[in-house]
């Protein structure tokens, strides 16, 4: 049962409420000032309070102040006998969640009611799924013990109260989105957004609106103002994913906002403000990108206040049988499944693998290998291993879809005809799959 406490002076409104609230199913509670107001509140902790803006004793925006301060999320919604937009505002900008103006509209009343508690609900999930992603990024989900990723943590810890730009650089697969989700999860702010966009996966023009938003009619498919991701990152982190692959033009840009921390939407010219912390990571040698004219120098030094870098798989092995026990149950965790024991001689297959694509290949390979696994050990001949160490391509230069269907082809000849297994290795869905079957004919 709900709880829903009146606060007003009037007798007539606090009776017809309580008949009202009564009648729907709440558990009614009364006041008819703000003291006893706060009393009862703090007596039952109701789920809504209905606060009258003018009373007697403690005002009603006073009242809504005090029980803000004991429960921030507590749902109040005001009412006021007259339209008074400055108090109205007031009481929003304190936390208040709605306004109605007597007389008392109870269609309207019970909207307000039922909306506030589906948005209560609503917040109340967002909040658990952040925590969730807090647990997900503690430092302790970032494995090595090895003295390069020893220097790694240590960066990381010195950086997680601060807002100082970082660049973290590293091959492709060693971790560097994972390590920019632990310093925003780990910081004071990680409650704030953290904002990822990949500067290399879209066109420059699209790129520029994405980072700064657009106002309407800016261009042909500017249909509607959007923000920008410096705008919605808010007081969290914004995450320049490949930023090497940034056109120099963008990357004046992105120079002028990091520095005067000020910028315009696309066709806009309302200057906007960001307080952004700036994470980029880049798997390309800048140095060399600023020697060859490709990237600019003073962009450089702004993004790397602090430089983390991460290092290779094959420079850490030792990390390897610690990164196998977790990855294990990571992959176990996510395809309940219950594959652990790893076989001496697997084992050091693995740690003496060069691994190309560092965590990620490694990660991929054990995925493979326990999908694949009978029983609950990781086996030799379900490890993509060889594939790595020769080129996974034909000879011959032949067309996409030759391709495509040749390793469909090869996929489920390993899954033994599993479509299932098959789609699951592939990141495609069944439908998917049935599809380039029948496209490709390999069902005949
Ligand atoms: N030290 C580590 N401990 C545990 N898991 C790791 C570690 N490093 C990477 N991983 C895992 O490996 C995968 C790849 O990591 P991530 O996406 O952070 O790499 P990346 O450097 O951003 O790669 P890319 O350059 O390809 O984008 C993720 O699933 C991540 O959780
Ligand atoms: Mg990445």
């Known amino acids: 049962m709900k709880s829903i406490?009146?606060?007003?002076?009037?007798?007539?409104?606090?009776?017809?409420?309580?008949?009202?609230?009564?009648?729907?199913?709440?558990?009614?509670?009364?006041?008819?000032?703000?003291?006893?107001?706060?009393?009862?509140?703090?007596?039952?902790?109701?789920?809504?309070?209905?606060?009258?803006?003018?009373?007697?004793?403690?005002?009603?925006?006073?009242?809504?102040?005090?029980?803000?301060?004991?429960?921030?999320?507590?749902?109040?919604?005001?009412?006021?006998?007259?339209?008074?937009?400055?108090?109205?505002?007031?009481?929003?900008?304190?936390?208040?969640?709605?306004?109605?103006?007597?007389?008392?509209?109870?269609?309207?009343?019970?909207?307000?009611?039922?909306?506030?508690?589906?948005?209560?609900?609503?917040?109340?999930?967002?909040?658990?799924?952040?925590?969730?992603?807090?647990?997900?990024?503690?430092?302790?989900?970032?494995?090595?013990?090895?003295?390069?990723?020893?220097?790694?943590?240590?960066?990381?810890?010195?950086?997680?109260?601060?807002?100082?730009?970082?660049?973290?650089?590293?091959?492709?697969?060693?971790?560097?989105?994972?390590?920019?989700?632990?310093?925003?999860?780990?910081?004071?702010?990680?409650?704030?957004?953290?904002?990822?966009?990949?500067?290399?996966?879209?066109?420059?023009?699209?790129?520029?609106?994405?980072?700064?938003?657009?106002?309407?009619?800016?261009?042909?498919?500017?249909?509607?103002?959007?923000?920008?991701?410096?705008e919605i990152a808010g007081n969290g982190t914004l995450f320049l994913d490949e930023i090497g692959d940034v056109s120099t033009n963008l990357q004046s840009k992105m120079l002028r906002v990091i520095e005067s921390r000020d910028f315009m939407k696309v066709g806009g010219e309302k200057v906007l403000k960001t307080e952004a912390r700036i994470i980029a990571a880049t798997n390309q040698n800048l140095k060399k990108r600023i020697e060859d004219g490709l990237f600019r120098e003073d962009l450089y030094w702004r993004l790397k206040v602090v430089e983390v870098k991460l290092p290779p798989l094959r420079e850490r092995k030792e990390d390897i049988p610690a990164l196998i026990v977790y990855l294990l149950e990571k992959i176990n965790r996510e395809l309940r499944k219950n594959v652990r024991k790893v076989p001496a001689h697997v084992l050091k297959k693995l740690v003496s693998f060069s691994w190309k694509g560092n965590v990620r290949e490694l990660e991929n390979a054990l995925t493979h290998a326990v999908i694949l696994a009978k029983g609950d050990i990781v086996q030799e001949e379900n490890l993509p291993l060889d594939a790595g160490e020769k080129s996974p391509f034909p000879q011959k230069l032949v067309p996409l879809k030759e391709v495509e269907k040749n390793y469909i082809h090869h996929v489920l000849h390993s899954t033994k005809g599993s479509k299932t297994q098959a789609s699951q290795i592939l990141g495609i869905s069944r439908p998917t799959l049935d599809k380039k079957i029948r496209d490709y004919t390999l069902d005949k």
């Not at 789920?47 to 925006?61: C, K």
């Not at 100082?164 to 492709?172: F, H, V, W």
């Not at 609106?209 to 106002?215: A, I, K, N, Q, T």
């Open 5 to 230: 406490l009146i606060i007003d002076d009037d007798p007539l409104i606090r009776k017809t409420l309580s008949t009202h609230f009564s009648k729907d199913g709440f558990e009614v509670f009364m006041a008819e000032n703000g003291r006893e107001g706060l009393e009862k509140y703090e007596e039952n902790f109701p789920d809504m309070v209905i606060l009258d803006i003018r009373l007697p004793d403690i005002d009603g925006l006073e009242s809504l102040k005090r029980i803000k301060a004991k429960n921030r999320k507590a749902l109040v919604i005001i009412i006021t006998a007259y339209d008074d937009m400055k108090t109205t505002v007031e009481a929003i900008k304190s936390g208040a969640f709605e306004y109605l103006v007597k007389p008392l509209d109870f269609v309207e009343m019970d909207m307000a009611i039922e909306k506030a508690f589906q948005v209560s609900k609503l917040e109340e999930k967002l909040s658990y799924m952040v925590e969730e992603k807090q647990k997900e990024y503690t430092i302790d989900n970032i494995i090595g013990r090895s003295p390069a990723m020893r220097d790694v943590f240590k960066l990381i810890g010195s950086v997680v109260n601060n807002r100082a730009n970082i660049l973290i650089q590293g091959d492709s697969g060693t971790g560097k989105e994972l390590c920019a989700k632990a310093i925003h999860y780990n910081s004071p702010w990680w409650d704030e957004p953290f904002i990822v966009i990949n500067c290399s996966a879209i066109s420059d023009t699209l790129l520029e609106s994405e980072l700064f938003g657009h106002v309407k009619g800016a261009f042909t498919d500017a249909i509607c103002e959007t923000k920008g991701k410096f």
